[in-house]
């Protein structure tokens, strides 16, 4: 279950609006992050290179982040996209990142998660803590039934977290994303809303 620490606040539509878990503040990221969220990227991409897709030269700059939290910002604003940056209490660094893509409502009500986090801070179960946070969030607040991740079946570390976080592994795709230059195979896992219940039509 959901550790009772957790508060959530009103709707993070509102950009002034986040999770708190511990000494952790999970929040929409938005287009005044572009330094804190290049960094974080600069600083760890020889760490996420063997997880990720091949990076443009641009996305590791303040420039290049501004564009793209540009188009972030119209994915929030019409519920396509969540993309939630992460911080620890008394610093303004971010030190990790969840991001929640490919939104289906009616009758899927299901997306993909996606997650990283900063090298130094591994093995604290922060990202656990944070994902739990945020998927409480998606069930509870946007009434989504199914969360979907897939991870490359020698990162144990991914494998960890995603168990811990209720997890279920549901298959295998061969040859499933295209990370660091290659075609990788992936394991299947999701984790499914037990409380759904239907939203109010508007």
């Not at 709707?11 to 990221?29: G, N």
């Not at 303040?62 to 910002?73: H, K």
Request: with cysteine; charged share 20%; glycine share 4%.
């Amino acid at each position: 279950m959901y550790n009772a620490e957790v508060s959530l606040f009103h709707s993070i539509i509102h950009r002034s609006s986040s999770l708190k878990v511990d000494e952790l503040t999970i929040r929409l990221v938005t287009q005044k992050d572009a330094y804190q969220i290049a960094a974080y990227y600069q600083r760890n991409k020889a760490f996420l290179q063997p997880w990720e897709p091949l990076r443009d030269p641009a996305f590791f700059t303040v420039a290049g982040w501004e564009r793209r939290l540009a188009q972030l910002s119209e994915l929030h604003k019409h519920n396509l996209a969540y993309y939630f940056v992460i911080f620890c209490e008394g610093s303004n660094e971010i030190c990790g990142v969840i991001n929640f893509s490919n939104l289906v409502r009616h009758p899927f009500y299901a997306c993909h998660v996606g997650y990283s986090l900063d090298e130094k801070q591994q093995g604290k179960g922060m990202m656990r803590r944070a994902l739990n946070a945020a998927i409480r969030w998606l069930f509870e607040e946007q009434h989504f039934h199914r969360v979907m991740a897939a991870y490359i079946p020698r990162n144990q570390r991914s494998a960890a977290v995603l168990k811990a976080a209720g997890f279920e592994q549901e298959g295998v795709a061969r040859e499933y994303l295209l990370i660091n230059g290659r075609w990788e195979d992936h394991i299947l896992t999701a984790r499914v809303n037990p409380n759904w219940m239907q939203p109010d039509a508007s």
